[in-house]
């Protein structure tokens, strides 16, 4: 992620940033209700609303952010709720001090915001956190040919995920009406 983008996000969490809605979505919940609680990682988690909603449910959660304001305010979040849940300010394209496995992963825009650089680590580093038969949940919008910024994925960054994950579910929409948007559910296949 280029500098102007990471001051950009600095200094949206000194106001409510829009993609902080403190709302965990359907989808998470729906995915949740029908697994037996494990280990979590949330890449990229903001202010922790997701890890708390997986702790609730009895996940031994862990969420990861790269901007310490969001990390503080998670942990005050977690605490005032009397959550049992880890938050750390870690690169999601290095995780050095983060040991697995994890049972699910979960990103929720984070993936979409890194250069072909950061993506490459990323994943690297999801394969190594993921045993065989966890889960992969992500929730990305798509850049769009019009885009000025280049914000958002290509279709083309998630064939990589295809090496060691395979896609079990999608969902497409569309991020507020504007952008095309996926929910996509992966699990890494059993070792043969």
């Known amino acids: 992620m280029d500098f102007i983008r990471k001051i950009f996000f600095h200094i949206w969490y000194f106001q409510d940033p829009p993609w902080d809605t403190n709302q965990t979505p359907p989808e998470v919940y729906s995915f949740i209700e ?6 979590a990682l949330d890449l990229g988690c ?3 609303t997701n890890v708390i909603t997986l702790a609730k449910y009895g996940w031994q959660a862990l969420g990861v952010d790269f901007i310490p304001k969001a990390i503080h305010t998670a942990q005050f979040k977690a605490k005032k ?11 999601v394209t290095q995780l050095k001090d983060i040991q697995g496995p994890f049972d699910l992963v979960l990103d929720i825009g984070c993936y979409q915001s890194l250069d072909k650089a950061g993506m490459a680590s990323y994943r690297k580093r999801l394969n190594q956190l993921m045993p065989s038969g966890s889960y992969y949940m992500i929730y990305l919008f798509f850049r769009s040919e019009k885009s000025i910024s280049g914000s958002g ?3 083309d960054d998630l064939l990589p995920f295809l090496q060691f994950l395979e896609q079990i579910k999608r969902e ?6 504007i952008r095309k948007s996926s929910w996509l559910i992966y699990r890494k296949p059993e070792k043969e």
């Open 46 to 48: 903001g202010t922790g």
């Open 34 to 39: 029908n697994r037996t609680p494990g280990r």
């Open 81 to 91: 709720a009397g959550i049992p849940a880890d938050f750390r300010i870690a690169d």
């Open 172 to 177: 497409d929409g569309t991020e507020r009406g």
């Open 153 to 155: 994925a290509s279709e």
